[in-house]
């Protein structure tokens, strides 16, 4: 389909075992973004194979890569009086092409620092199921740069971070002793418009497909090969309303790819990563990578109602960052009310107690947990211990009879949302 290679899913009854398997879109959700569907069995027709390639032809982008880049290098040489930028197509207009969107809204004299900032030129994609584009706020996104740069990393691979990217970028035409370079990987083809083919790559996170072909797998290659793979990070922030399984497999491929440099002693190492996530993932990519741990700092977002720096309680953001890194290593912003526990030899929110039977910092949502002895865990502290359901859970929570299995699967011990056949891909 047009974001590339189907993933295959598994459609399974309430309390029966194994299900019927389907492919369906790697990227799109909701089927009214992308309806392509087959079983697994299923034999397609040529009419149908015939039908399914025009449909992916004419759901191409007007330009390839290398004409927007050649569109941009003419952009840049008009006049201020004559950039023109199409908010309904989203596109950069020549003045040829005037004529053809004279009846749509568009933005006159477009600077270079407008140019320089495709981050707030472009609206942000929100469909949660599909590409969910919420930027990093600029506290965020300067902390992480910052971060990267104490450690020593001189590059970063950007999956999904345009923010971070577009930041990294200015830098570097700005400042001469500035030595950080990235490379953006992500499926909206609209960044073509502003970044050459060594500094953006259309890629589809959720099947580790890149639409360019071996030519632009070939440009993130030579980019992770530079130096012997030395100081090289990735940073990415997937759609949360992604699937884990899809979205580590693909960061699986990435890491191989890194670790087939020449450099010795790569094999028993794995590629520096960071990945931005809400904490209430962490079970789920802690499954795919055991070796990562999750860190306290809170990121925020600009075009996110909820997300945001400042706010207190549950209204506090919940997205995290999951790391490789040896976790003393972090060194959180103490101003912001981060703190070095010595037990746990890593930087926690101020309000994260340790907890002495747990042996660990246990609060994941910035307040202060609670042990229960009967649950032997910390739990939050709007939460109380059920005797029904013998487990902590709210107050005015309904209970759950202990003989009741999971509505998929029809096991006992999770919820449908977990359920392990969901996430058969």
Same mark, same amino acid.
């Given at each position: 389909?047009?974001?590339?290679?189907?993933?295959?899913?598994?459609?399974?009854?309430?309390?029966?075992?194994?299900?019927?398997?389907?492919?369906?879109?790697?990227?799109?959700?909701?089927?009214?973004?992308?309806?392509?569907?087959?079983?697994?069995?299923?034999?397609?027709?040529?009419?149908?194979?015939?039908?399914?390639?025009?449909?992916?032809?004419?759901?191409?982008?007007?330009?390839?890569?290398?004409?927007?880049? %050649?569109? $941009?290098?003419?952009?840049?040489?008009?006049?201020?009086?004559?950039?023109?930028?199409?908010?309904?197509?989203?596109?950069?207009?020549?003045?040829?092409?005037? #004529?053809?969107?004279?009846?749509?809204?568009?933005?006159?004299?477009?600077?270079?620092? *407008?140019?320089?900032?495709?981050?707030?030129?472009? $609206?942000?994609?929100?469909?949660?199921?599909?590409?969910?584009?919420?930027?990093?706020? +600029?506290?965020?996104?300067?902390?992480?740069?910052?971060?990267?740069?104490?450690?020593?990393?001189? =590059?970063?691979?950007?999956?999904?971070?345009?923010?971070?990217?577009?930041?990294?970028?200015?830098?570097?035409?700005?400042? %001469?002793?500035?030595?950080?370079?990235?490379?953006?990987? +992500?499926?909206?083809?609209?960044?073509? *418009?502003?970044?050459?083919?060594? #500094?953006?790559?259309? /890629?589809?996170?959720?099947?580790?497909?890149?639409?360019?072909? #071996?030519?632009?797998? %070939?440009?993130?290659?030579?980019?992770? /090969? *530079?130096?012997?793979?030395?100081?090289?990070?990735?940073?990415?922030?997937?759609?949360?309303?992604?699937?884990?399984?899809?979205?580590?497999?693909?960061?699986?491929?990435?890491?191989?790819?890194?670790?087939?440099t020449e450099k010795e @002693?790569?094999?028993?190492?794995?590629?520096?990563?960071?990945?931005?996530?809400? /904490?209430?993932?962490?079970?789920?990519?802690? #499954?795919?990578?055991?070796?990562?741990?999750?860190?306290? $700092?809170?990121?925020?977002? +600009?075009?996110?109602?909820?997300?945001?720096? @400042?706010?207190? @309680?549950?209204?506090?953001?919940?997205? =995290?960052?999951?790391?490789?890194?040896?976790?003393?290593?972090?060194?959180?912003?103490?101003?912001?009310?981060?703190?070095?526990?010595?037990?746990?030899?890593? $930087?926690?929110?101020?309000?994260?107690?340790?907890?002495?039977?747990?042996?660990?910092?246990?609060?994941?949502?910035?307040? =202060?947990?609670?042990?229960?002895?009967?649950?032997?865990?910390?739990?939050?502290?709007?939460?109380?211990?059920?005797?029904?359901?013998?487990?902590?859970?709210?107050?005015?929570h309904t209970c759950e009879?202990?003989?009741?299995?999971?509505?998929?699967?029809?096991?006992?011990?999770?919820?449908?949302?977990?359920?392990?056949?969901?996430?058969?891909?």
């Amino acid at each position: 389909c047009p974001p590339g290679p189907a993933l295959l899913f598994v459609k399974t009854s309430q309390g029966k075992g194994e299900g019927r398997r389907f492919y369906a879109c790697s990227a799109c959700r909701d089927r009214k973004d992308c309806n392509f569907f087959q079983w697994e069995d299923e034999k397609v027709s040529e009419t149908r194979l015939a039908a399914r390639e025009e449909y992916n032809r004419n759901h191409q982008p007007s330009f390839t890569h290398r004409q927007n880049v %050649e569109r $941009y290098n003419n952009f840049v040489q008009l006049p201020l009086s004559k950039r023109r930028f199409c908010q309904e197509c989203q596109q950069l207009l020549l003045p040829a092409e005037w #004529e053809k969107h004279s009846d749509h809204q568009f933005l006159c004299d477009i600077s270079t620092a *407008q140019l320089k900032s495709p981050t707030q030129l472009l $609206y942000p994609l929100e469909n949660k199921k599909t590409n969910a584009q919420y930027l990093f706020a +600029d506290r965020s996104c300067q902390f992480l740069l910052d971060l990267i740069i104490d450690l020593g990393f001189r =590059r970063v691979l950007c999956v999904g971070t345009p923010r971070l990217h577009e930041m990294i970028q200015s830098k570097a035409s700005q400042e %001469e002793d500035f030595r950080v370079r990235s490379l953006l990987l +992500d499926i909206d083809f609209r960044y073509s *418009q502003f970044y050459t083919e060594d #500094e953006f790559c259309h /890629y589809n996170m959720f099947n580790h497909y890149f639409f360019g072909g #071996e030519a632009a797998c %070939e440009t993130c290659r030579k980019f992770l /090969y *530079q130096d012997n793979g030395e100081r090289v990070i990735m940073v990415t922030d997937p759609p949360f309303g992604g699937l884990v399984e899809a979205l580590a497999s693909s960061f699986k491929k990435l890491m191989a790819m890194w670790k087939e440099t020449e450099k010795e @002693g790569h094999n028993n190492q794995e590629m520096p990563m960071f990945w931005i996530f809400p /904490y209430f993932f962490e079970s789920r990519i802690l #499954e795919f990578f055991p070796s990562f741990s999750m860190m306290d $700092y809170q990121v925020d977002y +600009d075009n996110h109602a909820l997300y945001k720096h @400042g706010k207190t @309680g549950r209204r506090q953001s919940p997205v =995290r960052i999951f790391t490789n890194l040896t976790p003393s290593m972090i060194v959180l912003p103490v101003e912001e009310g981060y703190r070095f526990c010595t037990i746990c030899q890593r $930087y926690v929110s101020s309000g994260n107690q340790h907890c002495e039977i747990c042996d660990s910092c246990t609060s994941k949502d910035g307040r =202060r947990w609670k042990h229960c002895v009967l649950c032997k865990k910390c739990v939050k502290p709007s939460w109380f211990h059920c005797n029904n359901c013998n487990c902590c859970a709210l107050q005015n929570h309904t209970c759950e009879k202990a003989d009741t299995g999971c509505f998929v699967c029809g096991k006992a011990g999770h919820k449908r949302s977990t359920c392990p056949s969901l996430f058969h891909t």
